[in-house]
């Protein structure tokens, strides 16, 4: 018998469903919400809203695509934290009225567990490459930056975290600050390619063990635009492509300085990237010149898996269907959470 999870993402502002067939994607429809761009961030208001537009047509396009009949599905996957509360809130609801109307089982995920597990997503006519356990996932979004250890679809240990900010929150913030719009990370990643990435020095933190901190990155960037603009009032304009390559290679510089330390201390070559910013080419670069150097086999998780979207939960709604971990329909979402 197949086992079939529909799973859906409502954690941010991307509404998401997919489905997935005995651990092979069958579908993955995101819905985008455009509105937030004029306000340069996400208005939790406005994406609750949203979601709750998008919901239905997505969950019905998805079901559609996958060819399969809701009469089918095994189990219905959500995410339950963490995330924006009026926006999981929707998923959350949707989620349980489904599973009653079928009478399936409900299955809640954590987000960062499934960022993790989207390596284990097996696309149709596509090469699957999957980590093997342990392995060490660094993952790095615009809310979390953390380093996992990962002994198996179900044991992950925090064993570094950022103290304050995200590295995708210092990007969307510098690039918020030299007019790039948001979300901020692609713009800089596109202007880094024609910028010299030694033109600028910023601050680089000193944190205990594998921990990250990112405050003074922002503080240094922005003491850096002060100070140059009294001189130069065209300083961003004249400099916008060096100014977003040092800042990339920045941010890498220190993901990677702990990253690197966290396998060299346990012994781990098998090493991933998940999150938002796991889409950054510079990142990407920096992870195939470490696997060629050091020997790491590096784990690069397709575009389509690195923002919020509901393959991911599906999978992870999968193993966890395997292990008969369902939750109950009092379940309610959380804010935030960790591993």
């Given at each position: 018998m197949n086992i079939i999870i529909l799973g859906i993402e409502s954690s941010c502002d991307d509404t998401s469903c997919a489905v997935i067939r005995d651990g092979e994607l069958l579908s993955n429809v995101i819905a985008g919400q455009a509105v937030h761009e004029a306000y340069g961030g996400v208005v939790p208001e406005l994406?609750?809203?949203?979601?709750q537009q998008n919901i239905v047509p997505v969950v019905v396009e998805a079901v559609k695509r996958a060819g399969v009949d809701m009469s089918g599905l095994s189990a219905v996957a959500f995410t339950r934290g963490p995330g924006l509360l009026g926006s999981l809130l929707v998923g959350t609801s949707f989620a349980k009225g489904l599973a009653v109307a079928l009478g399936i089982p409900l299955i809640e995920v954590n987000h960062l567990q499934a960022h993790v597990l989207a390596h284990f997503i097996n696309v149709p006519s596509a090469e699957s490459r999957h980590p093997?356990?342990?392995?060490?996932?660094?993952?790095?979004?615009?809310?979390?930056?953390?380093?996992?250890?990962?002994?198996?679809?179900?044991?992950?240990?925090?064993?570094?975290?950022?103290?304050?900010?995200?590295?995708g929150e210092a990007f969307d913030k510098c690039a918020k600050v030299m007019?790039?719009?948001?979300?901020?990370g692609p713009a800089v990643d596109r202007l880094a390619g024609e910028g010299n990435p030694k033109a600028f020095v910023f601050s680089k933190p000193h944190v205990p063990?594998?921990?990250?901190?990112?405050?003074?990155?922002k503080t240094s960037f922005l003491y850096t635009?002060?100070?140059?603009?009294?001189?130069?009032?065209?300083?961003?304009?004249?400099?916008?492509?060096?100014?977003?390559?040092?800042l990339q290679a920045t941010v890498i510089d220190i993901l990677m300085d702990k990253l690197r330390r966290a396998a060299s201390?346990?012994?781990?070559?098998?090493?991933?990237?998940?999150?938002?910013?796991?889409?950054?080419?510079?990142?990407?670069?920096?992870?195939?010149?470490?696997?060629?150097?050091?020997?790491?086999?590096?784990?690069?998780?397709?575009?389509?898996?690195?923002?919020?979207?509901?393959?991911?939960?599906?999978?992870?709604?999968?193993?966890?269907?395997?292990?008969?971990?369902?939750?109950?329909?009092?379940?309610?979402?959380?804010?935030?959470?960790?591993?």
């Amino acid at each position: 018998m197949n086992i079939i999870i529909l799973g859906i993402e409502s954690s941010c502002d991307d509404t998401s469903c997919a489905v997935i067939r005995d651990g092979e994607l069958l579908s993955n429809v995101i819905a985008g919400q455009a509105v937030h761009e004029a306000y340069g961030g996400v208005v939790p208001e406005l994406a609750s809203r949203a979601h709750q537009q998008n919901i239905v047509p997505v969950v019905v396009e998805a079901v559609k695509r996958a060819g399969v009949d809701m009469s089918g599905l095994s189990a219905v996957a959500f995410t339950r934290g963490p995330g924006l509360l009026g926006s999981l809130l929707v998923g959350t609801s949707f989620a349980k009225g489904l599973a009653v109307a079928l009478g399936i089982p409900l299955i809640e995920v954590n987000h960062l567990q499934a960022h993790v597990l989207a390596h284990f997503i097996n696309v149709p006519s596509a090469e699957s490459r999957h980590p093997s356990f342990p392995f060490l996932c660094l993952l790095v979004s615009g809310g979390n930056s953390q380093i996992i250890k990962v002994d198996s679809y179900r044991e992950m240990t925090v064993i570094g975290q950022t103290v304050d900010d995200a590295a995708g929150e210092a990007f969307d913030k510098c690039a918020k600050v030299m007019g790039l719009g948001y979300p901020g990370g692609p713009a800089v990643d596109r202007l880094a390619g024609e910028g010299n990435p030694k033109a600028f020095v910023f601050s680089k933190p000193h944190v205990p063990q594998y921990d990250y901190s990112f405050s003074g990155l922002k503080t240094s960037f922005l003491y850096t635009l002060r100070d140059a603009l009294k001189e130069n009032p065209d300083f961003i304009e004249q400099n916008r492509a060096d100014l977003c390559a040092s800042l990339q290679a920045t941010v890498i510089d220190i993901l990677m300085d702990k990253l690197r330390r966290a396998a060299s201390d346990t012994g781990i070559t098998e090493v991933a990237v998940a999150g938002g910013v796991s889409a950054n080419s510079g990142l990407r670069d920096a992870f195939r010149a470490h696997a060629s150097r050091l020997g790491w086999n590096v784990y690069l998780p397709p575009n389509a898996f690195t923002t919020d979207n509901a393959a991911m939960v599906a999978i992870t709604g999968y193993y966890k269907f395997m292990d008969g971990d369902f939750c109950p329909m009092d379940a309610v979402p959380f804010s935030r959470v960790q591993l």
